[in-house]
Antibody, heavy 120, light 110 residues
Framework: QVQVVQSGAEVKKPGASVKVSCKAS????????MHWVRQAPGQGLEWMGR????????NYAQKFQGRVTMTRDTSISTAYMELSGLTSDDTAVYYC?????????????WGQGTLVTVSS | QSALTQPASVSGSPGQSITISCTGT?????????VSWYQQHPGRAPKLMLY???NRPSGVTNRFSGSKSGNTASLTISGLQAEDEGDYYC??????????FGGGTRLTVL
């Protein structure tokens, strides 16, 4: 069965970077886009960007341009999201999520979420 | 890219119908058919309920329907049930080749 399993919770200091991993199983990583979405405590969903694991091509939300990097390692079916220059506003649950096969624009499977806490 | 605009909350009684609006611009909702809706229950990951404005993924009840007019998309839930309570988010593709979510709507079943 399709699964997207993320790395565990992180606690970071302001100014640091965080790298979250997302391992895909039950399907071929390179056949589907991978999206990254975050949700701050008590807040709504925020789309951060997506990666085409086949080509490595990315699209990032303007808000995160220059601060986010999405990569993948196809040999281990894993995608990564690295966010730098962390502030307390980056405290959130970060989800990786698989895009649908047809357009890649809809999310059909979600990871369990990774809580990133930014605190001094 | 600003978030799409949704009402903060809506409510309805069991059996009734409710509609949630989602307003964007000609650069997102108005320009593309790629509008989707997600349902989220507390502490859970979101679930895709509609895509391409009005299509339902396999397993989603036909009580959920969608439409679009100009820069506004709408989600309608008919025959409201207690299990429908939760948060609903619209999402659209944009002219920048990105996606954008709405701010979310809390649905309360009275």
């Amino acid at each position: 069965q399709v699964q997207v399993v993320q790395s565990g919770a992180e606690v970071k200091k302001p100014g640091a970077s965080v790298k979250v991993s997302c391992k895909a199983s039950g399907y071929t990583l390179t056949d589907y886009y991978m999206h990254w979405v975050r949700q701050a405590p008590g807040q709504g969903l925020e789309w951060m960007g997506r990666i085409n694991p086949n080509s490595g091509g990315t699209n990032y939300a303007q808000k995160f341009q220059g601060r986010v990097t999405m990569t993948r390692d196809t040999s281990i079916s894993t995608a990564y999201m690295e966010l730098s220059g962390l502030t307390s506003d980056d405290t959130a649950v970060y989800y990786c999520a698989r895009g649908d096969y047809s357009s890649g624009l809809y999310i059909d499977y979600w990871g369990q979420g990774t809580l990133v806490t930014v605190s001094s | 890219q600003s978030a799409l605009t949704q009402p903060a909350s809506v409510s309805g009684s069991p059996g009734q119908s409710i509609t949630i609006s989602c307003t964007g611009t000609s650069s997102d909702i108005g320009g593309y058919k790629y509008v989707s809706w997600y349902q989220q229950h507390p502490g859970r990951a979101p679930k895709l309920m509609l895509y391409d404005v009005s299509n339902r993924p396999s397993g989603v009840t036909n009580r959920f329907s969608g439409s679009k007019s100009g820069n506004t998309a709408s989600l309608t839930i008919s025959g409201l049930q207690a299990e429908d309570e939760g948060d609903y988010y619209c999402n659209s593709y944009t002219s920048s080749s990105t996606l954008v979510f709405g701010g979310g709507t809390r649905l309360t079943v009275l």
